[in-house]
T-cell receptor, first 115, second 106 residues
Framework: GAGVSQSPSNKVTEKGKDVELRCDPI?????LYWYRQSLGQGLEFLIY????????KSGLPSDRFSAERTGGSVSTLTIQRTQQEDSAVYLC?????????????FGSGTRLTVV | KNEVEQSPQNLTAQEGEFITINCSYS?????LHWLQQHPGGGIVSLFM???GKKKHGRLIATINIQEKHSSLHITASHPRDSAVYIC????????FGTGTSLTVIP
């Protein structure tokens, strides 16, 4: 597709359940980023992929969060044993490579609600 | 037509100049964000606004809900301010502007 695709667009889950969020970046974009925006908060960096490897996982808030990227393309963010504080909009972005000269394209986000 | 329009696309300024970046949007929003893409590649959130004005150091962000317009101002600009500045709005989803690439020359 022409843009970054995220699915699902909305997800309501019960506390304690696991969820998987998917990001399909622009074809050829080697860099992929996950961010989240919790209610009333700014954008928070979670993890960065270059190809299939994740050189920067510094933003993952706990060991319940993990992410993988296969084939240098689709990425999945998994949250295990969800908690109410995990409720947020999860955003994915991709770029040709990391660095100022390469613009980001963002997906429209997955709104996660943990009840 | 993009839901979020930024201007200018590129901006070069001398150190010390007052800088303004503009953002207009066409959708109803719950919040507007100003983001900075640092030269290292990461993105950080500078401001989140739903009304009025916010100030953080040399950065000031304003929003006019009626006019659907926001501005980001940088006072006493410095070369370390060189970055891409992105305007984004939260509606039923996120909409992003294409960014303003700022270069501040010593």
């Amino acid at each position: 597709g022409a843009g970054v695709s995220q699915s699902p667009s909305n997800k309501v889950t019960e506390k304690g359940k696991d969820v998987e969020l998917r990001c399909d970046p622009i074809s050829g974009h080697t860099a992929l980023y996950w961010y989240r925006q919790s209610l009333g908060q700014g954008l928070e960096f979670l993890i960065y992929f270059q190809g299939n490897s994740a050189p920067d996982k510094s933003g993952l808030p706990s060991d319940r969060f993990s992410a993988e990227r296969t084939g240098g393309s689709v990425s999945t963010l998994t949250i295990q044993r969800t908690q109410q504080e995990d409720s947020a909009v999860y955003l994915c972005a991709s770029s040709l490579a990391r660095g100022q000269g390469h613009g980001y394209t963002f997906g429209s986000g997955t709104r996660l609600t943990v009840v | 037509k993009n839901e979020v329009e930024q201007s200018p696309q590129n901006l070069t300024a001398q150190e010390g100049e007052f800088i303004t970046i503009n953002c207009s949007y066409s959708v109803g929003i719950s919040a507007l964000h100003w983001l900075q893409q640092h030269p290292g590649g990461g993105i950080v959130s500078l401001f989140m606004l739903s009304s009025g004005k916010k100030k953080h150091g040399r950065l000031i962000a304003t929003i006019n809900i009626q006019e659907k317009h926001s501005s980001l101002h940088i006072t006493a600009s410095h070369p370390r301010d060189s970055a891409v500045y992105i305007c984004a709005v939260t509606s039923n989803q996120f909409y992003f502007g294409t960014g303003t690439s700022l270069t501040v020359i010593p």
